[in-house]
């Protein structure tokens, strides 16, 4: 039977290994707005033949970064203008929007997985050269979290997994079917759209945790 001191260094010797979990295990959050990634040849049928994109600000993830250049999107029932371009160029061009995004574009946008485009809605794109009509590759991505191996095998996950997140603040929540996505081209970050992050109250830079470290 412990007497109360005891108990106290108990209580706050297992707060502190609990506290010290959260802080060891940090997730840094990215939230995306609309966005777009364009193919060689849908960068120069936007924008001249040799176009080559320039870069506005480098993102967390190595290698990505935010263009000056913007386009417009267009769907059957409305059209966002300045949608930013992320690079570099890619071998499909994909474009990301939020479920509120489709409603306005008229655009039944599934929730995918960046980079399987198989059977989503096409869209029109508006470039100060040209315009393109995508057959495919309109989605709301799926929220992810970006890590390396090395992380991965420090957290218990593996490529391919689902997993929960708890989010902290006023809108404190968990959100399930996060996708881990691993690669030694990555940087450690949680990747959710515009809705998600309203919805809990959550912004760039934030900090989240695996649901599994918070018990």
């Known amino acids: 039977m412990l007497n109360n001191n005891e108990l106290i260094a108990k209580i706050s010797k297992e707060v502190l290994q609990r506290l010290n979990d959260i802080d ?3 997730i840094v959050v990215g939230v995306s707005n609309r966005h777009i990634h364009l ?3 849908d960068l120069e049928s936007l924008f001249g033949k040799d176009y080559e994109l320039t870069v506005k600000s480098t993102l967390k ?6 263009a000056e250049e913007c386009v417009t999107i267009r769907g059957p029932k409305g059209e966002f203008n300045n949608v930013r371009i992320l690079g570099p160029i890619r071998k499909k061009s994909q474009v990301e929007i939020s479920l509120t995004d489709s409603f306005k574009l008229g655009v039944k946008a599934p929730i995918k997985e960046s980079g399987k485009l198989q059977g989503t ?11 393109i009509n995508m ?7 799926l929220r992810h ?13 593996k490529d391919g997994d689902f997993v929960d997140v708890q989010f902290f603040g006023e809108r404190k929540a968990v959100m399930g079917n996060v996708l881990i996505r691993v690669s030694d081209k990555y940087k ?5 759209d515009t809705d998600e992050a309203n919805a809990v109250g959550i912004k760039n830079n934030d900090y989240v945790v695996l649901k599994k470290f918070t018990r």
């Open 24 to 26: 060891n295990h940090k």
């Open 39 to 41: 193919s060689k040849e």
């Open 61 to 66: 993830q190595p290698g990505q970064f935010a």
């Open 121 to 131: 809605p096409g869209i029109q794109v508006i470039g100060p050269y040209g315009r």
């Open 135 to 141: 057959p495919e590759g309109t989605i709301i991505a």
């Open 145 to 157: 979290i970006h890590m390396t191996p090395e992380d991965a095998k420090f957290m218990d996950v």
């Open 188 to 192: 450690l970050e949680m990747h959710l």
